[in-house]
């Protein structure tokens, strides 16, 4: 799976764990700052993630990646 599969499916999993408009969502944005996830949100980001690409993540260091490239690059790693 190339990077634009993976960043185009991270982009839809955020958009519906934190019910915000996808246009919303740029590489740079940062989880809490930009994108209003709070704690408890992050944790199903994790757990959604883990779901839509079938993997089990670090969830320490997924807990590290605060943006959405970071998150795209991160299971980028999970899948090779």
């Known amino acids: 799976m190339d990077k634009a599969e993976i960043k185009k499916r991270v982009e839809k999993v955020i958009a519906q764990v934190l019910k915000i408009d996808p246009k919303e969502i740029t590489p ?39 943006t959405v490239e970071g998150a795209v690059d991160f299971i980028a790693g999970y899948l090779k």
Do not use: P, T
């Open 28 to 66: 740079n944005a940062n989880f809490a700052f930009d994108l209003g996830a709070d704690s408890m949100q992050s944790i199903e980001l994790i757990a959604a993630f883990e779901e839509e690409f079938n993997i089990q993540m670090d969830e320490q260091k997924a807990r590290e990646v605060q």
